[in-house]
């Protein structure tokens, strides 16, 4: 198939351009900036998703999308550019897409949509009232609509994918990722929380301020309950949206992709520790730390979904990854 | 109370703010355009509610907001046209009252989110889907998840009005009426028809093109069946958002604002003009032309409202109206 992926550049979309081009797909990046390595086999095209004009001949002959392409952030004065990027820019891709040859939208959306740290019964699932309570999360509810509108009108078959929380496991140890560096390691989590004004949390961290023993966080809430989520793997995110992409389902489909367990972050964080040989420290989170389960009952059912990667693969894998970058550092 | 009313100079909007102010409200008016008349103790702001700046200084002090400012159009050429206004103006609506004192938001929405011309069940109610099959229709769902978001994070209390079809009771004899001209006169019906490429219904009224008789429709569908609707008269509609305003509900509540009864529109039609004394011509519609009924339950439960006119009132108030205007012209 010829497919459009959004946010080809990006951590999962790099990846599910890949996947795809190995299975013969030939694929469009829309990207708001040029990857910094071009994939092989894809094409691109730059530019701001809401400057598509409605009916894209360059995108006349597309089969299927992956829209992927997001603005994440929880700082109110985004508010503007999280409601510009995801839901102007969902709509505008419609809009470029009318007329076109698809018949088949996979949307990326989040658990956000319910929210995850307010929920009303758990394991949370597709069926979940959704009462997102930041602009991100109400971003991707009017996202949401509007592909279920677009599958309506333009007889597309729709899935919206409800990603869970998502690591890469080759950054899982890697102290300077976005994402797992302040989930995981003290510096970087000090870092992050003291900017937000976190004191509770930052005062716990200040002695790691200057860190160098990359010390891994072991967090519990202060109850002594862990908190628990699910993490998925990125490289089996960008399987569910290829399944999703490849599949027959028809009409509008809401599918939560999740792994196949929670995982309690903080017994997750001591073992990665143990694997990589690093230091641990104890961290007190507020009774209010989001803690929940999900269920992928539905991606399992409807796409076959079936994760690759469980605790132990994805320690296994980061310690790999860690080891690499330290021999590249030494070479 | 202070009260914010978006669309002010509109067909509703005048009549609401007109309402407000014989209650004691102070009344501000935002509209694109300043009103043709202005409103006595209403003041005026005139600008694009997509032009509006977070945390605006100048609605600092509102209390409570009718947001009836609205783009309604069914040409897809539109569709950007209407996303801006309903949507983009939402947002940014909600952002520019952030941080003022208001507590209480009430948002004109639509029967066109169900939408009523393909109902799953009747008589319509609230809990309905929303499965909206136009842009205007999937705008108005976008304001409601967002003014339900901004309940939700801002501590409002909201309140969806989903208005159903409305007439004013005195353009209802107005053959030149943008809204009851085409719904009942020959002559208008033909032009809309006709520019839309309707030849079924025009090609039935081409010898009303130049018609001065203003001869009146009577239509049913091809199959002998009723065109059954609910008919709202814009002084109750406005009735509805005075009470949502003043209303002590909480949390976020919707409510279809619609007449005691549905009205068979050939036979209202028929009645019509038998009280102006004008002619009448039989119209076949596709047996597909809307037809369907509403229920008002919640709205006279929550809101304790009670429509003033039923369709004798209606007809009543159109002939006076219409005497009055051929009185004017003579004069």
């Known amino acids: 198939m010829r497919i459009v992926v959004t946010g080809a550049s990006g951590r999962v979309g790099s990846t599910v351009a890949a996947q795809l081009v190995e299975r013969g797909h030939a694929v469009i990046g829309l990207d708001r900036v040029a990857p910094t390595e071009p994939i092989p086999g894809v094409e691109h095209i ?23 392409g997001a603005f994440m952030s929880w700082n109110d004065a985004d508010a503007e550019a999280v409601y510009e990027a995801n839901v102007t820019g969902t709509f505008a891709l419609v809009r ?9 939208f996979v949307l990326a959306s989040t658990g956000e949509v319910y ?7 758990q394991p949370l699932d597709e069926q979940h009232p959704r009462l997102p309570r930041t602009w991100y999360g109400l971003s991707k509810v009017l996202a949401e609509e509007t592909v279920a509108f677009a599958g309506r009108t333009l007889d597309w078959s729709t899935v919206v994918l409800r990603f869970s929380h998502t690591q890469h496991p080759a950054e899982l140890l890697d102290p300077t990722s976005f994402f797992s560096g302040p989930r995981f390691f003290a510096k970087a989590r000090f ?5 937000a004004g976190n004191a509770f949390v930052a005062d716990q961290l200040r002695g790691f301020a200057d860190d160098e023993a990359d010390t891994v966080i072991v967090a519990t809430r202060a109850d002594g309950t862990p908190t628990t989520m ?3 793997a990125a490289p089996d995110l960008a399987r569910g949206v290829v399944l999703a992409l490849e599949g027959d389902t028809s009409g509008h489909e809401v599918v939560g992709l999740g792994p196949d367990s929670s995982t309690d972050l903080g017994s997750f964080a001591a073992r990665l520790a143990d694997a990589a040989g690093l230091p641990t420290t104890t961290l007190i989170l507020p009774d209010t730390a989001p803690s929940y389960t999900t269920s992928n009952a539905q991606a399992r059912e409807l796409l076959g979904f079936r994760p690759e990667y469980d605790e132990a693969h994805m320690i296994e894998a980061a310690v790999a990854a860690r080891r690499e970058r330290a021999e590249a550092a030494r070479a």
């Open 46 to 68: 730059v530019t701001d998703l809401t400057e598509l004009a409605p009916r894209d001949p360059r995108l006349a002959d597309a089969e299927a999308v992956a829209h992927l």
């Open 96 to 104: 470029a897409l009318t007329g076109s040859a698809v018949r088949r």
């Open 115 to 121: 929210p995850e740290n307010a929920p009303q019964y």
């Open 191 to 195: 870092a992050k929380e003291d900017a």
């Open 230 to 232: 699910g993490i998925m």
